[in-house]
């Protein structure tokens, strides 16, 4: 089993900056693949990006320039700092790990709220 939790979401103004944070525990040595997706209301989960254990790293097109993700393996943490956030960027961050096995686990998620 694999438990991710979330933090880092708020409530910030269109131009500023966020930076979550993904820790993850349990039987984390199987862990491949970590990435962020988000979910705004009305609409369907996307991918924001993701990071490989091999170090490939995708991100999507309206995310590219502005947000970066990482890893921490010492920390067992992922994060995605996000730069010039736009009211677009409004949606609840989920973070997501793939095992070598292939197994999917969620966090809870944490919204970010871009508004002025």
């Known amino acids: 089993q694999v438990q991710l939790v979330e933090s880092g979401g708020g409530v910030v103004q269109p131009g500023e900056s966020l930076r979550l944070s993904c820790v993850a525990s349990g039987i984390i040595y199987s862990i491949d693949n970590m990435g962020w997706y988000r979910q705004a209301p009305g609409k369907e989960r996307e991918l924001v990006a993701i990071?490989?254990?091999?170090?490939?790293?995708n991100y999507a097109d309206s995310v590219k320039g502005r947000f970066t993700i990482s890893r921490d393996n010492v920390k067992n943490t992922s994060y995605l700092q996000m730069l010039s956030l736009q009211p677009e960027d409004t949606a609840v961050y989920y973070c997501?790990?793939?095992?070598?096995?292939?197994?999917?686990?969620w966090g809870k998620g944490t919204l970010v709220t871009v508004s002025s």
């Open positions: 990071s490989t254990r091999s170090g490939i790293i």
């Open positions: 997501k790990a793939v095992t070598v096995t292939a197994r999917i686990y």
